[in-house]
């Protein structure tokens, strides 16, 4: 088992920045990636950026690459999320995620992830 724990949301203005982190701990051994996926009141969870555990390689939805970056420390099982430029579309509660069969091939789909931490409110004001 494995337990995130997410931390860093809150409200912004648009245009600001904010940074999201997500703490693993338990049997870290077994992950693969995390990621982070968001999901927008009356909207289905949505991917948002993953990195994979081995060799770093990242991997970023659409409407958030260039805007958005994630980081890791392997040392503390953790990972942070790094949100630039944001916009009102931005906000939706958080979530931290991760697996222990996650590869390029299934690193977007919601399915993929095993364990998911609490979530955190982005909330981007106009």
């Known amino acids: 088992q494995v337990q995130l724990v997410e931390s860093g949301g809150g409200l912004v203005q648009a245009g600001g920045s904010l940074r999201l982190s997500c703490a693993a701990s338990?049997?870290?051994?077994?992950?693969?990636?995390m990621g982070w996926y968001r999901q927008a009141p009356g909207k289905e969870r949505e991917f948002v950026v993953a990195?994979?555990?081995?060799?770093?390689?990242?991997y970023y939805a659409d409407p958030v690459k260039g805007r958005f970056t994630i980081s890791r420390d392997n040392a503390k099982n953790t990972v942070f999320l790094k949100m630039n430029s944001l916009k009102p579309e931005d906000t939706a509660v958080y979530y931290c995620?991760?697996?222990?069969?996650?590869?390029?091939?299934?690193?977007?789909?919601?399915?993929?992830?095993?364990?998911w931490g609490q979530g955190t409110q982005v909330t981007v004001s106009s």
């Open positions: 990195i994979l555990w081995s060799g770093g390689s990242t």
């Open positions: 338990g049997d870290t051994d077994c992950m693969s990636a």
């Open positions: 995620a991760a697996g222990p069969a996650l590869s390029a091939k299934n690193v977007r789909a919601v399915r993929s992830y095993d364990y």
